[in-house]
DNA sequence: CGTTTATTTTGACCGATGTCGAAGCAGACG
DNA sequence: CGTCTGCTTCGACATCGGTCAAAATAAACG
């Protein structure tokens, strides 16, 4: 019942802010950016949705690839696009490679999407 | 003390779960790709965010300009990005032309994003 | 060990996108 | 009316990014 670690993808590490309570700083938004741009795909929308959503909180590769009318080279791209912005992770075993979506890195670009309901300003 | 008509971007009605609930059709995929696309650049998030948390909910072209190294044209083009995805809205008022954030779109991808917290799968 | 299956990397292609200067349009103001 | 200022559109250019086929790597299995 201990709590999970909190992992933050590195690159995001202090962006928790609401967008819409203060300006971003130019750095916040360059690494904030770089997560919503892997999320400006709609390959990439549907990989993530279909990782996160599946039994058991993980999918193999070659449950992935059937879902598309794309190559497995693409579909591989796409994974590695994810990963590199820390939005799933993978992990070999065996024959398999299996993929799980980052709670925390999803929560949090949520979190500075979200817009607080305060007294109308 | 009515409430606000609750403006969901055209492109994106009939997106409302969060993507870790369930797999994403190609069609939601594509429209909220769209979005997350148009916050995919540093200058773009930096003008979402300065409108959205600027002093009466509302900002000049011309306070936004100001705030970066890239020419005019350009900061209209990435304004006309977030237009274009309902991100924003305009408005001309004599001179100058004053841009507003749309909290519906931004709530709606938040939730999106968004995490329900349940019991670990 | 050679083969087969699962996944990734490489390299090339091409359309999409960010950028700028120049030109256009819209109001305001002499 | 003519001109000035604020903003957008146009056209061109360079870079980025999604895609595939082919080749490389990894692990199982016979």
Same mark, same amino acid.
């Given at each position: 019942?201990?709590?999970?670690?909190?992992?933050?993808?590195?690159?995001?590490?202090?962006?928790?802010?609401?967008?819409?309570?203060?300006? *971003?700083?130019?750095?916040?938004?360059?690494? *904030?950016?770089?997560?919503?741009?892997? *999320?400006? /795909?709609?390959?990439?929308?549907?990989? *993530?949705?279909?990782?996160?959503?599946?039994?058991?909180?993980?999918?193999?590769?070659? /449950?992935?690839?059937?879902?598309?009318?794309?190559?497995?080279?693409?579909?591989?791209?796409?994974?590695?696009?994810?990963?590199?912005?820390?939005?799933?992770?993978?992990?070999?075993?065996?024959?398999?490679?299996?993929?799980?979506?980052?709670?925390?890195?999803? /929560?949090?670009?949520?979190?500075?999407?979200?817009?607080?309901?305060?007294?109308?300003?």
């Amino acid at each position: 019942m201990s709590k999970q670690p909190v992992r933050v993808p590195l690159a995001l590490v202090d962006c928790h802010t609401p967008l819409v309570d203060e300006p *971003l700083s130019a750095d916040q938004a360059e690494r *904030l950016a770089s997560s919503f741009k892997a *999320l400006g /795909d709609p390959i990439r929308l549907r990989l *993530l949705s279909l990782i996160a959503s599946h039994a058991g909180g993980e999918a193999c590769v070659c /449950d992935l690839t059937d879902a598309f009318d794309v190559s497995a080279p693409t579909i591989s791209h796409h994974l590695k696009v994810l990963r590199e912005t820390g939005l799933v992770t993978s992990e070999r075993r065996a024959t398999w490679v299996y993929y799980r979506a980052e709670p925390a890195a999803l /929560d949090l670009l949520s979190t500075v999407l979200s817009v607080p309901q305060r007294a109308n300003a």
